[in-house]
């Protein structure tokens, strides 16, 4: 009878420190100290924990990722939908989003563009299935930094939190340590890193989404030369199991940015059985 009790307190503890069985009696895993050691978690700029949103009309999940995250060293602010979600936001933009694509007929995805119309805060974008890969897909070229699959786990989750936001703090490390850096031209256009802001050769504003200005930039530090789709994948940041094809969308939207005829390009040229080339000098400012 020892014996079997002592099985079963093993099988317990191993369930509690996956972190489920709270979850399916419906209680509170217990919390630990608030942000006990900051310096794993805290912003450059301000030296503070890091502010992340989390927007899941799932109130478990939405419990489960709050406690998790808050136990390692970041300030979690919930919301269910788009209402609460613009009300935080204007309160206080946050250092990273976590998104559910799945908040119902479509929000997600109306919500990621309202965020990119606004904003340039990093974006994780959570999805239902895993062989839906066209979620992922759209949501990465609308702006998302990253994405993730439920079921989840919640080290991953965390995992891919921290490195987006050492991207994020690197690219602006890079843009204080050479601000000059920051501006180019190329065949009659303009773009300055410091403010994104890319101009036509009329004087004319070019909006980008994230993922093409990302694209661009992958271009620009690499003219003339010949690049792989995997190198733009990985330059763009788009995981590599998300079908390659999705750089061939990215770079026709790109194309119709810059191109005359986008169906005869002169400026982003394709290389058979290489990948593309942009054909135009880069010259700094």
């Known amino acids: 009878m020892s014996e079997l009790r002592s099985n079963a307190r093993g099988k317990r503890r191993t369930t509690v420190a996956a972190g489920v069985s709270y979850l399916r009696r419906g209680r509170r895993k217990p919390s630990l ?3 006990p050691n900051l310096s794993t978690s805290m912003t450059a700029a301000n030296n503070q924990p890091s502010r992340v949103f989390v927007v899941e009309d799932d109130p478990v999940m939405l419990r489960m990722v709050g406690d998790y995250l808050e136990q390692h060293n970041m300030r979690v602010v919930s919301a269910s939908g788009r209402q609460e979600m613009v009300q935080h936001f204007a309160v206080r933009e946050p250092d990273l989003v976590i998104l559910d ?23 994780i974008i959570t999805t239902g299935h895993r062989r839906d890969e ?4 759209v949501g990465l070229e609308l702006g998302a930094d990253d994405y993730i699959t439920k079921p989840f786990s919640l080290r991953e989750l965390l995992a891919r939190i921290r490195a987006v936001l050492r991207r994020q703090e690197a690219g602006r490390a890079a843009r204080q340590r050479d601000p000059e850096r920051g501006r180019c031209k190329f065949g009659g256009w303009q773009l300055d890193r410091r403010t994104r802001r890319l101009t036509d050769p009329d004087g004319t504003p070019v909006a980008l989404t994230k993922g093409e200005y990302a694209l661009l930039i992958a271009f620009l530090d690499a003219p003339q030369r010949p690049l792989s789709r995997e190198h733009l994948l990985q330059a763009t940041r788009v995981h590599e199991d998300v079908f390659d094809r999705s750089i061939d969308v990215q770079i026709l939207r790109l194309r119709r940015r810059l191109e005359t005829d986008p169906s005869a390009p002169s400026i982003i040229r394709t290389e058979r059985g290489v990948g593309y080339v942009f054909a135009l000098p880069v010259e700094p400012l």
Not at 108 to 113: K, S, T
Not at 115 to 121: G, K, L, M, P, T
Not at 134 to 137: G, K, P, S
């Open 134 to 137: 066209i979620d992922r897909v």
């Open 33 to 35: 100290a608030i942000w």
């Open 101 to 123: 694509l799945r908040l119902g007929q479509e929000e997600g995805f109306d919500l990621l563009r309202e965020i990119r119309s606004r904003s340039d805060v990093p974006v």
